[in-house]
């Protein structure tokens, strides 16, 4: 049974890290349907850790904490499961498979989501008429389906791509992955518009990034600091835009000040 | 959190799903080699004298020979004295004249396997030799290929029939002195197919010849031998089964393909013999000789092999380009899983001017399985503006196998040009990430991403074979990965 107004994900006092190296020590975050949080840091404080936890990657222990995505236990869950749950990660760096068709790659992926969904599978007339609805939002040629998947992309292909099959897919939990590295700033208007038009009343995004102009087009409702494996401060737009103009160290030191 | 590489374990055992063995009395020769036996083989068949001879000079040419020793791969020695070399279901009475005739339980059998020797059905385009241990128990379409000039049988009657064709050609392309095991077959062995397409025909459908091991400690020692005479074009197809068997079998085959002005061969491969258990028990030795002689001018041998089973391969098919302006293809697609060992390649050799060559080789190693990719390119001082293109990958899947590549290159004339590219790359837990995040689970991500890495060769075989291609591709790779 779903509670009227239930988080989509819950994050409670997270502690995890690789190889025995502590990375995240003791997140907290709430995430309801219709929000927009963005999560920067500094670089090595936990932001992709994050990410890859959340998604399932291998190679990191949880050692204390839980993470509840519509009230279950995320962190039980195989990835494929996570996913078909409606968990979209778009990838910092997405992956090349050469020789696998973009078009085929989406249709299987999708299809899984829909069988778990208690829906029919689309056959390939039904599917290509959706992609090319979708594909709009991207601005994306025809002859991307053909190509095989993230293979000879540029930079910023690829992250198109990533943000194209999250519009496939439709989740209900976006995290993307700093999104914004490596694009020029028509490339940036252009995926950020495609995550714009992806948002609605029950779905939620986050947002990682180290720097503030991705949040220029994308804009939050929350903004999180990572530091130092926890998240040191939340409050709204503004405080991106205190990040840019003062630095990371500022907040850092002033929270020491405070502690 | 349950990892991907625990998922990947649970499909630690795959299913070969043609380990079965047919009931079926068989007549076979007692186990071990000699002179005697040779004669036996000879006589069973009611060769002509110069077969005999030819058998018999192969033998003694044999006997001074030494197992090869360089291949990449490791195994106790084989007893040649404990192998049987012949064995054939029994008949009644005469050899049965029509497919009606042939006994309902090995037309079963080749059901079983896909293969149904009717020509209606799945597989209603195309010709079947069914060669099952040392005999071929039926063909399927004669009629009709006969009808275009086409021959298509088994090597047995060829020589009853054709004697004059296979006095021609035969030992031609690989000649009894050729390597051991390529004398050892010329000595042994008992039946095979025989392809002859006469001048200016288009061969009217695929021809194909399916192999068969059923009997126990028997090898099968099968030669086929193909000709396209001038501007003729043929198309055809080999695929090979096993029961599964503690033991291992011996299967040392020699294939001859002659390609005169302008003609074309292709020839295609899905080997899928018994691999052995995943402790390395059992499965076939494939110890082969495959050659291709483009002896006309514009001709064209182009050899595609999917290999997916078998304990040991150890196999070369390869091209002379003789004729000016020949063209000689290899792609091939070599997978181990478990303890599996290959060793397979080309060779190329240009002789004629203008001869081009193109080798695409796709290695795909998984569990402790070792696979080698060996291949000479070899440009003679005639091979005026020869051309070669060899592009070699090796796939790791999991941490445990390995992967090599032997190329050898040998260079006698400035005006030609190589190139040879390779890649070994490690089946990424990023891919298999990537998709698992997409919704597809680690098993579909694995076939996936080989079948991509495949698809340059894939798409050389026809369509029927293709599909069936991926597929047991996919089975194969079923507990790779861990």
Known sequence: MKLLNQPILEIKDLHAGVEGKKILQGVNLVIRPGEVHAIMGPNGSGKSTLAAILAGREGYDVTAGEVLYEGKDLLELDPEIRAREGVFLAFQYPVEIPGVNSTYFLKAALNEVRKHRGLTELDAVEFLALVKEKMKILALREDFLKRPVNEGFSGGEKKRNEIFQMAVLEPKLAVLDETDSGLDIDALRIVAEGVNKLKHADNAQLVITHYQRLLDYIIPDFVHVLADGRIARTGDRKLALELEEKGYDWLLKHELASA | ?482
């Open chain 2, 1 to 482: 959190m349950s990892t991907a590489t625990d998922t990947i374990d649970e499909f630690v055992q795959s299913d070969y799903k043609y380990g079965f063995v047919t009931d079926v009395e068989s007549e076979s020769a007692p186990p071990g080699l000699n002179e005697d036996i040779i004669r036996l083989i000879s006589a069973k068949k009611n060769e002509p004298q110069f077969m005999l001879d030819w058998r018999l000079k192969a033998y003694r040419h044999w006997l001074t020979m030494k197992e090869p020793a360089w291949p990449q791969v490791k195994y106790p020695p084989v007893d040649f004295q404990a192998t049987i070399y012949y064995s054939a279901p029994k008949q009644r009475g005469d050899a049965p004249k029509s497919l009606d005739e042939v006994d309902p339980k090995l037309l079963e059998t080749y059901e079983k396997l896909g293969i149904p020797l009717r020509e209606r059905g799945r597989l209603a385009g195309v010709a079947v030799d069914a060669v099952f241990d040392s005999v071929s128990v039926g063909t399927t379409f004669k009629a009709q290929l006969a009808e275009k000039g086409v021959l298509f049988c088994s090597f047995t009657e060829a020589v009853q029939e054709h004697p004059e064709l296979v006095k021609k050609y035969l030992g031609t392309v690989v000649p009894h002195t050729d390597n051991f095991y390529a004398a050892l077959n010329s000595a042994v062995f008992s039946d095979g197919s025989f392809c002859f397409i006469p001048k200016g025909v288009r061969c009217p459908m695929e021809l194909s010849t399916y192999f068969r091991i059923n009997a126990a400690k028997t090898g099968q020692f099968e030669r086929t031998l193909i000709v396209a005479e001038e501007g003729s074009h043929v198309s055809y197809l080999e695929g090979c089964t096993a029961p599964m068997r503690d033991e291992n079998q011996l299967h040392a085959a020699v294939v001859e393909l002659t390609a005169l002005d302008n003609a074309e061969i292709k020839y295609s491969t899905v080997q899928n013999w018994y691999p052995g258990d995943a402790e390395g028990r059992g499965g076939i030795y494939n110890f082969v000789t495959k050659r291709g002689l483009c002896k006309g001018r514009n001709s064209k041998i182009s050899w595609t092999q999917v290999e997916t089973g078998s304990a040991i391969t150890w196999k070369y098919p390869s091209c002379i380009l003789q004729g000016d302006n020949s063209v000689g293809e290899f792609y091939s697609v070599a997978l181990t899983n478990h303890r599996q060992q290959a060793d397979t390649g080309t060779k190329m050799v240009h002789i004629g001017k203008n001869t081009s060559s193109t080798i695409i080789s796709k290695g795909i190693s998984a569990g402790r399985g070792q696979n080698s990719y060996r291949g000479l390119v070899k440009i003679q001082k005639s091979a005026e503006n020869a051309r070669n293109f060899s592009q070699c990958d090796s796939m790791l899947i999991g941490s445990k196998c390995g992967a090599h590549t032997f190329p050898y290159i040998e260079v006698k004339n400035t005006t030609s040009r190589v190139e040879h590219e390779a890649t070994t790359s490690k089946i990424g837990e990023d891919q298999i990430f990537y998709c698992n995040q997409r919704g597809l689970s680690t098993q579909d991500a694995v076939n996936m991403i080989v079948n991509g890495y495949c698809k340059e060769v894939f798409k050389q075989l026809p369509m029927e074979f293709a599909v069936e291609a991926q597929k047991l591709l996919g089975v194969s790779l079923e507990g790779s990965v861990g």
